[in-house]
């Protein structure tokens, strides 16, 4: 990778190498375990001109999203989540039965399920085939396609332009960021709104969360890089807020460069403190290396001490930010034994590169292991409800980032 995908510079910095990995969603059958499997150069580098994170574009979104394992409906805090977002942003933005909310990304219809409940006209636009039928079949109107210049314009004739488009853990997706930028403004009203929600690099170093690095992720935002690859796709950013959701996100609202005015205090708060964090400037990168070098040996550790006690470990979850920490460890089923995960799309089948067996979550309380592996740690609190059942044998759960942490599961 010799050029910035979003300003073209060729000043980029390495962040941090995690060696060659599988593509993260590509579970493998049994039948394919004795095939070849093909891995990927896995470096974070930055932009010293424009500040964006990035990743080699070694694969394209159609190997990813033609056919996906992931359904967001599973994980119940991201309904949540999700019905959370509608209802705001139908008060924020007046939002009735004559309007119309296009979602992006918009997987299984996990988020406009909310919208079409409210009578509020809505399309989803979602690239994976199987998931997209999955959405039509819970009665949201969803096409199959990859946002671009060319099917914003088609859409926004075939259906007018959107009062709203939502845009949720998607922005990171996809290689060509500016393309994918006029898609949205292709797509938007010119007096409409755009909102996006991607990780937020800020969060990702300070909490080393460097799992959510893998092969699907091109990008990784501050503040900062954000607002300019909206601008070079023609919008602006005129508001931003902290969110929570997988270990720290933000959420963008953009507008038509026409209509957008000045940006509101709370964008200039969050670019002071990423240039405290030293974000706009190479020092902030410099340490990640060390502190995800440290992760790993401390994993490895407690695995390897855990087996040579007799102790069992299993995983919770199939996440593919999972597969990257387990590929960077080298963790295999010697060390956890296999993981579970409620999606039975991925039951039966391995994970990328460890071929770690993916189990039902009812396989737990059968064995009642010493220890669950949480993979992901963003939806912690969820999960702990889930696994309550553990402290029953006196299992305990393990949070491998930002630091590892051994829990006793309290009633």
């Known amino acids: ?91 924020r933005l007046a939002l009735d039965d004559g309007s119309f909310v296009v979602e992006v990304a918009s997987n299984d219809g996990y988020l406009l399920r909310h919208v079409v409940e409210r009578g509020i006209r809505c399309l989803g636009i979602e690239p994976s085939k199987n998931v997209g039928q999955a959405a039509r079949d819970s009665g949201v109107p969803t096409v199959t396609a990859f946002l671009g210049p060319e099917v914003g314009a088609t859409v926004r004739e075939e259906h007018g332009p959107a009062d709203l488009v939502v845009a949720n853990n998607v922005y990171a997706h996809i290689p060509d960021v500016v393309g994918f930028t006029k898609g949205l403004r292709a797509l938007v009203a010119d007096d409409g709104w755009v909102s996006i929600e991607v990780q937020h690099l800020l969060t990702l170093m300070e909490h080393n969360q460097y799992d959510t690095i893998y092969h699907e992720h091109f990008q990784y935002y501050t503040v900062a890089s954000a607002q300019r690859a909206l601008a070079a796709g023609g919008l602006s950013l005129v508001d931003v807020e902290l969110l929570p959701t997988h270990g720290g996100s933000i959420r963008l609202w953009a507008r038509p460069q026409e209509t957008a005015g000045e940006p509101g205090e709370r964008v200039g708060r969050v670019l002071a403190e990423e240039k405290a964090a030293g974000l706009h400037e190479l020092s902030g990168y410099t340490e990640f290396a060390a502190r995800v070098a440290r992760v790993r040996r401390n994993l490895l550790a407690f695995l390897v001490e855990a087996a040579e006690q007799g102790k069992t470990v299993v995983g919770y979850g199939a996440p593919g930010k999972g597969n990257t920490l387990l590929n960077h460890c080298g963790i295999r089923a010697d060390l956890l034994r296999y993981t579970v995960d409620r999606n039975p799309y991925k039951h039966g089948r391995f994970t990328p590169g ?23 740690w963003n939806l912690r609190q969820e999960l702990t409800g889930q696994l309550s059942f553990v402290r029953a044998w006196g299992g305990r759960l393990v949070f491998p980032i930002p630091t590892l942490e051994i829990v006793e599961v309290s009633r």
């Open 354 to 376: 460890t071929r770690i067996p993916i189990l039902p979550p009812e396989r737990i309380a059968e064995d009642r292991p010493d220890y669950v592996l949480v993979l992901p």
């Open 1 to 91: 990778m010799t050029t910035c995908r979003l300003c073209g510079s060729t000043s980029l910095a390495g962040v941090v190498d995690l060696g060659a990995t599988p593509p993260c969603e590509r579970f493998l059958t049994a039948g394919q375990l004795d095939e070849p499997e093909v891995t990927y150069p896995l470096h974070l580098r930055v932009c010293t001109d424009c500040w964006l994170a990035q990743i080699p574009p070694l694969i394209t979104p159609e190997d990813t999203f033609t056919e996906y394992a992931y359904f967001s409906s599973y994980s119940t805090s991201w309904v949540e989540h999700a019905r959370e977002f509608v209802k705001e942003s139908a008060d």
